[in-house]
């Protein structure tokens, strides 16, 4: 139902956000029912389909019937004209999704690729978060501020300290006990696997940026900057991928695409600062140093004390987490007091 897409358009979230639960957890509950009964992989595929059907159902019972449409000739241009660049985006973000798992995979072989997987879902997860947060009300709250530059640069920002805010602590915790994490949760044979999470934290920090950045650049209307940056920075991606995985192996590849996104990523920064009229490393600086300085402490208190003390992979876990978080809250409230203002205003 396109009344759904207009209804995130407008940033009426509530009633998306109770739709979007309900779908999901009948989802859930059909898979797991069909699982019982069939007990076999196909239930997955089942419960797809039954999935797609209830969204579509329930999303005229919690919207309003789209209106008859009607061919216009000139509004077909019109689309086809950004269409064009969206096409392009999308054959790269499709590129860049998987070229490196078949480039790892052709030069390292299917059980080295199997570690990077490993390693590169979880350092992922973060950013999928993140990235629908920017892309579902990021985008139409950027579009809608075209007007009012004063309000936009507030807004993005905000955005902006927000994000990393979020994106920095992970990348800090994961580098320093990436070897913690990745036994804890998989097991000691993808112990492995912690070497390849340090180096993918560049790729987080990448696209990290990128999310902040892209809304702001398809939300003013920049298709044509947008696309050709896509274009370099899929280029620059698969290029980084191969040569890094083929003279340096796992390590070689994830550093090679954290070298794609990260200049992908500031190249579209420095496109925006530009554009709102920020200066460039004034504006790196009040997003990174904060959270940077925040989360030390509780690394470095989480570290000694894994270090000193022996105890159980889960429970150490838990203690790492619970130490991390606290300090880092406890400390923002010092270094990062203007966070408290940043998320007064989303809720205002």
């Known amino acids: 139902n396109p009344s759904s897409i207009l209804a995130e358009r407008a940033i009426r979230f509530g009633r998306v956000s109770v739709y979007e639960a309900i779908c999901v957890l009948l989802s859930t509950i059909a898979v797991a029912v069909i699982a019982w009964f069939l007990r076999s992989a196909e239930a997955l595929a089942w ?11 329930l999303s005229y019972f919690f919207f309003s019937s789209p209106k008859v449409p009607k061919f216009n000739m000139a509004y077909q241009l019109e689309m086809l004209s950004v269409a064009k660049h969206f096409a392009v985006i999308a054959a790269g973000t499709l590129i860049m999704a998987q070229g490196d798992n078949l480039i790892i995979g052709a030069l390292e072989g299917s059980q080295l690729l199997g570690v990077y997987v490993l390693a590169y879902q979880f350092a992922d997860f973060p950013v999928q978060f993140l990235r629908e947060i920017a892309n579902r009300v990021a985008l139409p709250v950027l579009s809608s501020l075209q007007v009012d530059r004063e309000r936009l640069r507030t807004v993005l920002l905000d955005i902006m ?3 990393l805010a979020i994106i920095i602590p992970f990348v800090v915790v994961a580098y320093v006990f990436a070897h913690e994490l990745i036994v804890t949760l998989y097991g000691t044979k993808w112990a492995a696997a912690g070497v390849v999470l340090q180096a993918l934290m560049l790729v987080i920090l990448g696209k990290g940026l990128t999310h902040v950045c892209v809304p702001y650049i398809t939300g003013t209307g920049a298709f044509s900057f947008a696309s050709r940056m896509k274009i370099f920075e899929t280029s620059l991606f698969l290029v980084c991928v191969y040569f890094g995985a083929r003279y340096f192996s796992l390590v070689g590849g994830a550093c090679g695409a954290g070298i794609g996104y990260m200049a992908a990523g500031i190249g579209r920064l420095i496109f925006i600062c530009k554009d709102v009229e920020l200066p460039f490393f004034k504006t790196m600086r009040l997003a990174l ?10 690394v470095l208190m989480a570290r000694f004390i894994a270090d000193t003390v022996v105890w159980g992979n889960v429970i150490e876990l838990i203690v790492i987490v619970s130490i991390v978080c606290i300090s880092y809250v406890a400390v923002s409230f010092f270094v990062q007091k203007e966070l408290r203002y940043v998320l007064l205003r989303f809720r205002s």
Do not use: S
């Not at 389909?49 to 159902?57: D, I, K, N, P, V």
């Not at 140093?289 to 509780?298: E, H, N, R, S």
């Open 47 to 57: 419960g797809l389909l039954f999935g797609a059907l209830m969204r579509t159902l």
């Open 289 to 298: 140093v904060p959270p940077v300085l925040a989360v030390f402490p509780g």
């Open 161 to 163: 300290q927000i994000q």
